[in-house]
């Protein structure tokens, strides 16, 4: 008998729960209105690439502004349209919350480097190897590529030394321009030191940066950093400088 009456309980205690979550859920008006719109960045290392207020005045300039119109007439779906021609967004997924709002979840194109070809051409590089057009608005201080570049080259060889210079916070911050010479043949300019960088091809250009920071830490900061007018990497495991005023 105790054991009916406790299943009874249960049985009536699940039935109550079930009536006021269908309750809760059917119990919103129909006519309820969007009260605010939240932008959710998944990298927020490049916050401020893409804001709330701009993603607002696309809405606005599209007549689709979610925020005062009512939940059951905003179609997420078509903001989402809307948001992926944006030059810096990657992906975007929208959708409604429970408590009236509008999020926005969005994944960044992040350019990673400045392309200003001798030929003419003029873009930026993401941090996929996409080309991005010259107007994006780009808060970040990047690193230009200049000089002999062909978008093959650009899309590949910079690609990779550009996520290198991302991940790098010491080179990231010493590389200012990287000109490409009409041999395939590499100059880097540095923010600090009167001196031209020259890493010859492309291969192994990681070891040799490392090569030159060790010659930096232990040769520039005892002699000077504006002692050479060129710092030559070529050739494995040597260093060739060129004092100012000699001649290569």
Same mark, same amino acid.
């Given at each position: 008998?105790?054991?009916?009456?406790?299943?009874?309980?249960?049985?009536?205690?699940?039935?109550?729960?079930? /009536?006021?979550?269908?309750?809760?859920?059917?119990?919103?008006?129909?006519?309820?209105?969007?009260?605010?719109?939240?932008?959710?960045? =998944?990298?927020?290392?490049?916050?401020?690439?893409?804001?709330?207020?701009?993603?607002?005045?696309?809405?606005?300039? =599209?007549?689709?502004?979610?925020?005062?119109?009512?939940?059951?007439?905003?179609?997420?779906?078509?903001?989402?349209?809307? /948001?992926?021609?944006?030059?810096?967004?990657?992906?975007?997924?929208?959708?409604?919350?429970?408590?009236?709002?509008?999020?926005?979840?969005?994944?960044?194109?992040?350019?990673?480097?400045?392309?200003?070809?001798? !030929?003419?051409?003029?873009?930026?590089?993401? !941090?996929?190897?996409?080309?991005?057009?010259?107007?994006?608005?780009?808060?970040?201080?990047?690193?230009?590529?200049?000089?002999?570049?062909?978008?093959?080259?650009?899309?590949?060889?910079?690609?990779?030394?550009?996520?290198?210079?991302?991940? +790098? =916070?010491?080179?990231?911050?010493?590389?200012?321009?990287?000109?490409?010479?009409?041999?395939?043949?590499?100059?880097?300019?540095?923010?600090?030191?009167?001196?031209?960088?020259?890493?010859? +091809?492309?291969?192994?250009?990681? $070891?040799? /940066?490392?090569?030159?920071?060790?010659?930096?830490? $232990?040769?520039?900061?005892?002699?000077?950093? !504006? $002692?050479?007018?060129?710092?030559?990497?070529?050739?494995?495991?040597?260093?060739?400088?060129?004092? =100012?005023?000699?001649?290569?």
């Amino acid at each position: 008998m105790i054991k009916r009456i406790l299943l009874l309980t249960v049985m009536l205690l699940l039935a109550a729960y079930l /009536l006021l979550a269908m309750t809760t859920l059917n119990g919103k008006p129909a006519d309820q209105v969007c009260r605010d719109l939240e932008l959710i960045l =998944k990298d927020t290392l490049h916050a401020g690439f893409i804001t709330k207020n701009e993603v607002a005045d696309i809405l606005q300039k =599209k007549e689709i502004y979610p925020v005062g119109s009512k939940m059951e007439e905003i179609r997420t779906g078509i903001i989402e349209e809307e /948001l992926s021609d944006h030059p810096l967004i990657d992906q975007v997924e929208c959708y409604k919350t429970p408590n009236g709002k509008i999020a926005i979840e969005v994944t960044q194109r992040i350019p990673i480097l400045r392309i200003m070809s001798r !030929n003419g051409e003029n873009y930026y590089i993401d !941090n996929k190897g996409a080309v991005m057009p010259p107007d994006t608005k780009c808060v970040a201080h990047l690193a230009i590529a200049t000089g002999s570049i062909e978008k093959s080259f650009a899309m590949r060889d910079l690609y990779n030394f550009g996520v290198f210079l991302q991940k +790098n =916070k010491f080179w990231n911050a010493q590389i200012e321009q990287i000109h490409i010479l009409s041999g395939g043949e590499v100059e880097l300019v540095p923010r600090v030191g009167d001196h031209i960088i020259f890493l010859g +091809n492309m291969d192994r250009f990681e $070891k040799k /940066l490392s090569r030159l920071k060790t010659f930096y830490e $232990k040769g520039l900061n005892k002699v000077g950093w !504006n $002692k050479y007018s060129r710092i030559s990497l070529e050739f494995d495991n040597q260093i060739i400088c060129t004092h =100012k005023g000699e001649t290569r």
